[in-house]
């Protein structure tokens, strides 16, 4: 069960547009998705767009993804390189 810790880099962060790219991705794959605040702990369904806008996330929040099932390694790169990217708005 990989995990990475990843930083919302938009300015607008993890708002609904950019949440809704994040729970497409996240459900291409196989493997269950959680996210959690580095913060307070909160944690969300990768899968789930109210979960994932639970989060409430701005700009600068760390949160750790993690993993689990058969195409694991894949789904957290893609999920992390989503992230890295600012879902688009950089």
Known sequence: ????KVKIVNQLGLHARAAAQ???LASKFQ?????KRADNSVVADAKS????????APKG?????????????????AIEEIFQN?????
């Open 1 to 4: 069960m990989p995990e990475r």
């Open 22 to 24: 994040l729970v497409k």
């Open 31 to 35: 493997s269950s998705i959680t996210l």
């Open 49 to 56: 767009i109210l979960s994932v806008l639970t989060l409430a």
């Open 61 to 77: 929040t760390e949160i750790f993804v993690t993993v689990e099932g058969v195409d694991e390694e894949k789904a957290l790169d």
């Open 86 to 90: 600012g879902f688009g708005e950089l």
